[in-house]
């Protein structure tokens, strides 16, 4: 079932509330795939309904940003959601979450701002108030369908660690999933942007796996020199590869890491052409 309104949604979360039931949120930004689908099967198979918001928030797109061609499939997103047995699929509009107004103006809204120390870095550091703008939807996500647990992929390592931060220092009572990275056979993790890739662009865009593939097994071997590790990339990277950055980062503090160790996460980013693709892996 489609609703694009808040108050519907409420209604039936109250209804669900009374009958004791458990609610899974899976908050995406539509054009669905596979990565979205596991993280949907997980909340099926956990929880007694499951919501999946379709929202392209305006909010967390920069200056220059691709809102405007971002892809929009409501149709096929909840035809994927129905095959899976989502009980609601919530796709409001920017109004229904933000009213009327300059909906990109601070004055116009309450911002919630993870910590300074969490954003200056990887994503955050060339997508200014890019995290303001998913914590803020997300915040507003949970508050409207008040699930017992949200399911996010480790795609976005980044966001998913300043999620839990969120969670913990608001005190907000739902349990984070985190979902493992779907990829192609190729090692392609998977992404809506994909969409974007031109096929010769699809085989530099395996680089980024390879490089990370490549980086864990060298630690495996017993590398633990980060500059040593990130030595190994450059052989993977072609003048097509815009290289955004290369980090060991703390799993769960993102702190810098010069010595890896099982809870370093290697983030990268690379852009093709005009397309930012990123991509991580856990040491451990
Ligand atoms: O990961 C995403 O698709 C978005 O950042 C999210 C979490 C749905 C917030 O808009």
């Given at each position: 079932m489609i609703l694009h309104k808040i108050t519907e949604v409420r209604e039936k979360i109250k209804e669900w509330k009374k009958e004791g039931l458990t609610i899974g949120l899976i908050p995406t930004m539509g054009a669905l795939h596979a990565g979205h689908k596991s993280l949907i099967d997980k909340s099926v198979e956990k929880c007694d309904r499951t919501v999946v918001s379709v929202f392209v928030n305006p909010i967390q797109f920069c200056p220059g940003e691709d809102l405007d061609k971002y892809p929009r499939t409501l149709d096929k997103d909840n035809e994927l959601c129905e095959q899976s047995n989502v009980d609601i699929v919530f796709a409001p509009t920017p109004k229904e979450m933000y009213g009327e107004g300059h909906i990109l103006s601070n004055d116009f809204l309450t911002y919630v701002i993870p910590p300074y120390f969490y954003v200056n870095k990887l994503c955050g550091k060339s997508r200014v108030g890019h995290f303001d703008g998913v914590c803020t939807v997300v915040n507003k996500l949970f508050n409207i369908v008040q699930p017992d647990f949200a399911f996010f992929g480790e795609k976005d390592a980044q966001q998913l660690i300043i999620i839990k931060k969120m969670v913990k220092d608001l005190n907000i009572p739902i349990e984070i999933i985190p979902c493992p990275i779907v990829r192609e056979p190729s090692g392609l993790a998977l992404s809506s942007r994909n969409k974007y890739l031109k096929e010769e662009q699809k085989e530099y865009a395996v680089a980024l796996s390879k490089i990370l593939f490549n980086i864990k097994s060298c630690y495996k071997k017993g590398i633990t020199d980060t500059n040593a590790l990130l030595?190994?990339?450059?052989?993977?990277?072609?003048?097509?590869?815009?290289?955004?950055?290369?980090?060991?980062?703390?799993?769960?503090?993102?702190?810098?890491?010069?010595?890896?160790?099982?809870?370093?996460?290697?983030?990268?980013?690379?852009?093709?052409?005009?397309?930012?693709?990123?991509?991580?892996?856990?040491?451990?």
């Open positions: 030595e190994t990339a450059y052989t993977y990277l072609t003048p097509n590869h815009n290289l955004e950055y290369l980090e060991f980062c703390d799993e769960n503090t993102l702190e810098g890491k010069s010595t890896a160790d099982d809870n370093t996460r290697v983030f990268i980013a690379v852009k093709i052409g005009d397309v930012r693709l990123i991509d991580n892996i856990l040491l451990k």
